[in-house]
């Protein structure tokens, strides 16, 4: 495994990043490594606060992966932000070093702007939909990949305006190991489709095509609605797609929306995409929506 090693006062003498406003890594501190005068690509250094156990032990298996296959995700998926190597201080791991994106933008700050037009949005939400499908079948790669914990903000806009997937030390590489997902474990409605979305042992989802299907269309959801749509209950969430339908939205789009909570297999709402309504589709804002039909979608009960 490729190591970069920092004596304790070098690494004293980093800055801290602060990926954008209200977004928070609760797994780790982030660090930034390099000079911005100098000419050398500068790097972010992820040091986690749980360094003990199976959990740390994961992780390090992943960095492992990752780093093995870096040149085959890089050039069969550039816009996934791979390992550069393991961080040590004084000889201690502490976790992954990964190349740091100048000047770039959370999608999760991205998407929640009022002043970025919707259909900005819509076509960050496609590229995430051409990542997944890069995803099913990467030649040379001898396992699946599953973005697992997959919302908002773990995707980036680079300076470039390309979409750019970060935390990959946190996606699921084989059956053993992996990570609960935010959407996953948030949603009160998910353990009742146990047989489509299957559970470990400690209650967490197995991430699979259709978890990270799941959370692709929540966060489709999340972005027309501006709130957090995984709170909602059956009768919320239906009388919210009947909502959609009264706006215009396609029965494809529709249909896709719906199988999250159906049994057989979720598919990719990127097809369909091109089929919203763009300018009734500002009149799906929890706003808007509170004020037509008195219903609440950001109170679950």
């Not at 006062?9 to 780790?28: C, D, H, M, V, W």
């Not at 030649?139 to 914990?149: A, K, M, S």
Request: proline letters at 4%; one cysteine or more.
């Amino acid at each position: 495994m490729r190591v970069t090693s920092l004596t304790n006062s070098q690494f004293e003498k980093l800055k801290r990043y602060n990926p954008g406003e209200g977004i928070t890594n609760t797994e780790a501190k982030l660090f930034i490594m390099g000079s911005e005068r100098s000419k050398k690509e500068r790097q972010l250094f992820k040091v986690y606060y749980d360094r003990e156990g199976l959990s740390f032990s994961k992780k390090l298996y992943n960095i492992n992966i990752l780093l093995i296959y870096k040149k085959i995700l890089n050039e069969q998926i550039p816009e996934l932000i791979t390992l550069d190597g393991l961080g040590t201080v004084g000889g201690i791991a502490l976790g992954p070093v990964m190349p740091f994106i100048e000047k770039a933008t959370n999608l999760e700050t991205f998407l929640k702007d009022s002043n970025n037009p919707l259909e900005d949005k819509i076509n960050y939400l496609k590229d995430v939909g051409t990542i997944l499908e890069k995803l099913k079948n990467i030649e040379g790669f001898p396992y699946h990949f599953y973005l697992g914990d997959m919302h908002e903000a773990n995707f980036i806009i680079d300076k470039n305006g390309k979409l750019r997937v970060c935390d990959l030390d946190s996606t699921c590489l084989t059956d053993e190991i992996y990570f609960p997902s935010k959407y996953l474990f948030l949603n009160p409605l998910i353990s009742e489709f146990s047989m489509k979305y299957k559970e470990d042992d400690r209650g967490f989802q197995i991430p699979s095509r259709n978890t990270d299907l799941y959370c692709y269309i929540m966060m489709f959801l999340n972005t027309i609605a501006k709130t957090n749509m995984y709170n909602l209950n059956m009768e919320q969430f239906y009388h919210y797609i009947n909502y959609l339908e009264d706006l215009g939205f396609s029965k494809n789009i529709l249909n896709v929306i719906e199988k999250i909570y159906c049994n057989g297999d979720n598919e990719n709402i990127l097809p369909y995409l091109d089929e919203i309504p763009i300018k009734n589709a500002y009149q799906a804002h929890h706003l808007v929506y509170n004020k037509r039909t008195g219903r609440d979608l950001t109170n679950p009960y």
